[in-house]
Every structure is written in C-alpha cells, then in structure tokens.
C-alpha cells in the first residue's frame, strides 16, 4: 500500500453514515473507493453534482461525469447534477458535514494553506479552487497532507508561512505517519502509523502537540 491510499483510507474512517461529504483534489478524491462497510454518504462535487459513485472501472468512464479534479466518476440512483451557482449555495449555506482537503501546510492553530504555492516574491500560483469556500461552509475540516517536504521539513508549523486558506477551520489532520485532532488549546497525537513512536512523530514535527493518553495505533478502512 502506497501513502496515498494509506492517507485515503484513514481519511474515510472520518466519515458517518449518511452525511453529506465533499472530497478536495488529490487525496480525498481517492477517499471514496474505501468507505467502511455500512457507512453510505452523499458525495457533493462543487462542480455541481449530489450522490457521486466510487471510481469507474476500466471502458466505464463517461466524460461527461468528473470530480473537482477533472477525474471521472460514477453517479449514483438518485443523483442530481446542477450549476455552480447551486453547488456553491450547498456549500455556503452550511449543508455539506465534512470536507477532506489536501493542503501545502497546516499549523497548530487549525490554520490551513492550501492553493498558494510561491513563483517569485510576492508572486503566488493559482488555484484556490472552492477551498476558502468549503473551509468556512463545513461542519468538519478534515486534512491530509505528507507530514514532511522533500527536505524532511515539517508541513504541520507553529504557524503557516504561506496564504490562508482558513483561519482556526482545521478540525482533523491526517498524515502518513500520525493523526491529530485540532482542539482550541493545540494539536493533540491521536494515532501513529507501525514503525514510528509518538517521540518519532514529535522529532519531524515543528509544531507543538500533546499526546492523547488514548493515543494508538494508525487505523486504516
């Protein structure tokens, strides 16, 4: 299993049956080819559709039917597809329960950056996407990202250096090494992936956290 779908895997345990769910590009997208057995939710796309499907299989794909990565996509009995007036009206009326995003950097605040990569100073690329939207629309953030750069730097700060996406809007972070649940005093380490300690996770990690007397091992669907 590569990190990636280890990321999505866990990412899908933050999901209960019946809610409504929006998956970010990257990872979450992947989110739901591995939702646990017995949990159905409604997957919004603020591309405009309720009710996506997991992954097509190979000559199944209709072009017509994408995530917000352009990736192909089922739908469901049931489903319905409308505007971006209409979708983001879902999302800023407060009707979606949880968003799992990717992010650049996330920080001990809940703070969470994740469109604004740096071209030159000042200079930042494109593609904020409906993030600001979803970040400030959800009931719960859910974030997974690689826990370090290629650099070994920590992507979990004290306090993110690139532009926000949401401010105080991160309520789970999910890398491929550790969970952290986002409570109003810090982070604090719920789970760590075989083969690291929570002494291992507090050594690639800059920002500060405590550690969950529950604290276990990476749970994956």
């Known amino acids: 299993m590569n990190i990636r779908e280890m990321m999505a895997r866990r ?3 933050e999901l209960t049956d019946g809610e409504v769910v929006n998956l970010g590009f990257g990872i979450p997208l992947s989110v739901a080819d591995y939702l646990p057995a017995g949990v159905e939710t409604i997957l919004q796309t603020e591309i405009g559709a309720l009710r996506l499907g997991p992954s097509p299989k190979l000559n ?8 917000s990565g352009a990736q192909p996509v ?18 800023r ?3 979606i329960d949880t968003t799992i995003l990717g992010a650049l950097e996330v920080d001990q605040h809940g703070n969470i950056a994740n469109w604004a990569r740096p071209l030159a100073p000042g200079r930042y690329a494109p593609g904020m ?10 009931r719960k ?25 949401g401010q105080g809007s ?16 810090g982070l604090v380490l719920k789970e760590v992936a075989e083969g690291y300690t929570p002494e291992d996770i507090r050594s690639c990690t800059e920002a500060s956290f405590s550690i969950s007397p529950d604290c276990c091992h990476y749970r994956l669907s």
């Open 93 to 95: 009326g407060g009707h």
């Open 60 to 67: 199944e794909a209709d072009s017509d039917f994408t995530d």
């Open 141 to 165: 953030v859910v974030v997974t990202l690689q826990h370090n750069d290629k650099q070994g730097h920590s992507k979990i700060l004290k306090n993110c250096t690139l532009p926000l996406t």
């Open 74 to 91: 089922t739908l469901l009995p049931g489903a319905s597809l409308f505007d971006l007036i209409t979708s983001f009206t879902i999302i």
């Open 129 to 138: 996407g409906g993030a600001m939207d979803l970040v400030g629309g959800a």
């Open 11 to 13: 990412a899908a345990l």
């Open 170 to 185: 991160v309520n789970v972070i999910i890398t491929e090494k550790a969970v952290f649940q986002v409570i109003p005093t």
